[in-house]
């Protein structure tokens, strides 16, 4: 392994083994990250999840509440992730007519040593399962696209807003 590439990626040692980073000497410091994603549907799917007529019961309601548990979870779903002691987690939706489906954001801020990017993809990522589990009955062909990093701020790597990171 080139010994350059090992330097640079936090979760490696010098023998290219996998680790969970040293923290311990970071400042604790005020994070926050947010992520996005869409789910993709037929209209009247998009219509009967707006309404709250779904079978399974209140789609974006369900879906909020399992984004914020897995926002909480991510250290035990993704390998090599700290437990972090999250300070807020919100999981907002916008209903988008024109492109027929669901825009998801999750947001999720801590005050700590590392961030929360993982946390907050993570939640995004379990809101749209979610969606999609609670309509599938009607619908099989939904589709999650764009799940993406939009935005990351503390710590020393500075602040990420997707589309300016030139």
Request: hydrophobic residues 45%; charged residues 25%.
């Amino acid at each position: 392994m080139n010994p350059m590439s090992a330097s640079r990626l936090t979760h490696l040692d010098q023998k290219g083994q996998a680790r969970m980073v040293d923290v311990s000497e970071k400042p604790v410091t005020a994070r926050i990250a947010r992520a996005g994603g869409f789910v993709a549907m037929r209209p009247e799917t998009l219509k009967l999840a707006l309404a709250g007529e779904a079978r399974k019961g209140d789609v974006l309601g369900t879906a909020r509440i399992a984004g914020i548990m897995a926002a909480k979870r991510t250290h035990e779903l993704i390998p090599l992730c700290h437990p972090l002691a999250l300070s807020k987690v919100t999981v907002d939706f916008t209903p988008d007519a024109a492109r027929s489906g669901i825009a998801v954001e999750a947001q999720v801020k801590v005050e700590g040593k590392t961030g929360v990017e993982m946390e907050a993809l993570t939640a995004c990522s379990v809101a749209c399962l979610t969606i999609y589990d609670m309509l599938k009955a009607v619908d099989r062909g939904m589709v999650i696209t764009d799940v993406r990093l939009l935005e990351k701020a503390g710590g020393k790597s500075g602040h990420f807003i997707a589309g300016k990171e030139r």
